[in-house]
């Protein structure tokens, strides 16, 4: 399978039955940061809290009814755990879900109440992935990525799909980066309906392995990861990376303090709660990263899975 908009049309189509068309939102002070216009793609208000439900509705949706059979297993710091483990529970079928044991309570909690399977790891992509060939060694699963799965990436990408129905004449989308799954099914989305907009993702600064291969011309893997964006501490992949080449037109990177201040500016004008991850993109407006001055701006923000004990210091005030 390849990704573009025919089988973003299917995905679509496949996961009407059971995922939110979610609002999109704007702010005149918002605007004001950046001297365009902004309209918000609330995926934070998705089921599971997040974007993720589309691509791993998507996946598991597809898999044939024998293939479905034996369960699915995924890894995931979250948001897609829980998007597994809801579209597993869907369809009558096991999630096998590997998780860091740092992942936030809210999103844990999250997937015990879906019923996912969870095994805990060490916080590195290598311990994740060696955890989860062994389920699928003893359980027969089939894996659904969390980015690295063009069935995952087409469902990503029917929000840049939802967003471009709702505000049909933007000059620009803006998403976060991570492993490239929502950038790569929002840049195929958007450069096929609107050949002129440009997409440009964000990451954090302590997790910049996107904006690296950007410019190096290949995967660069990251390395010391450091972000409150837990979301964003993947590697890009292998699958999304020359998707991210062809589409993407540019990756910016923003500071930690920015994230909480995009955080706290996103409560008070659009009265939503959003994770870090999610902040990333409007805190690149923030600091100046990305010219907006005159654009008309969509901005997918990915989730909402904040755990309200662990908020970043300064948040609140």
Known sequence: ??????AIRIAHDRIRP????TPVLRSDWLDAVGGGQLWFKCENLQHVGAFKARGATNAIFALSAADAARGVATHSSGNHAAAVARAARLRGVPAYIVMPANS????????ERLGGRITFCEPTTAAREAACARILADTGARLIHPYNDFQVMAGQGTAAVELLEDVADLDLILCPVGGGGLLCGTAVAAKTLRPGIRVIAAEPAGADDAARSFRAGRIVPAEKVATIADGLRTTIGANNFPL?????DDIVTVSEAGIVT???ALWDE???VVEPSAAVPFAAIQEGKIPVAGRR????????????????PGLLG
Request: no cysteine.
């Open 244 to 248: 991210i080449q062809r589409h993407v």
């Open 270 to 272: 659009l009265k939503v």
């Open 1 to 6: 399978m390849s990704l573009d908009l025919a």
């Open 262 to 264: 995009a955080m706290r």
């Open 297 to 312: 701006v969509g901005i997918i923000l990915s989730g909402g899975n904040v755990d309200l004990a662990a908020l970043p």
């Open 18 to 21: 059971h995922v939110v068309p």
């Open 104 to 111: 936030a309570r809210t999103k844990v909690a999250n997937v």
